[in-house]
């Protein structure tokens, strides 16, 4: 990711934060509707995993400027992700979700340039989360 890059993703991020509830209700709607087979993998009830959801969104954007220091806490996610029978597959509707809840989140301020920072923001950290979900799975 460029630096110019990642300030677009931060900046929208600071956006999105004031109204993380809503944005965490629609990514999950959103997720729930695209992919309906992954709502398995998640509580009933989903205060608790809206809430990190969030806070863990918020760590990894905060986190983009000093990548080398962020992709342990990420590759860590990976490995828990394993053990929630999360595949390389299930990444796909989750960055869809993401882009569609950032889009309505941000309006107008969704902007091409700032679309293509977040699709690549999450294409660096999934696959650093695919490579560790792996690699547990292959230890296990």
Known sequence: ????????????????????????DLFYGR?????????????QDMVQQKMKLMTMLGVV?????KIDALLPAVRALGKRHA??????EHFAPVGSALIWTLEQ??????????????????????????????EERMAA
């Open 1 to 24: 990711m460029t630096p110019h890059q990642i300030k677009l993703v931060q900046n929208s991020f600071a956006q999105v934060a004031p109204i993380s509830t809503i944005a965490a």
């Open 31 to 43: 997720l729930f509707e695209i992919a309906p087979s992954v709502r398995r993998m998640f509580p």
């Open 61 to 65: 954007v905060n986190g983009l400027t």
């Open 83 to 88: 053990g929630y029978d999360v595949h390389e």
């Open 105 to 134: 989140g941000l309006g107008d301020d969704f902007t091409p340039e700032v679309k293509e920072a977040w699709t690549t923001a999450y294409g660096v950290l999934s696959s650093v989360m695919i490579e560790a979900m792996d």
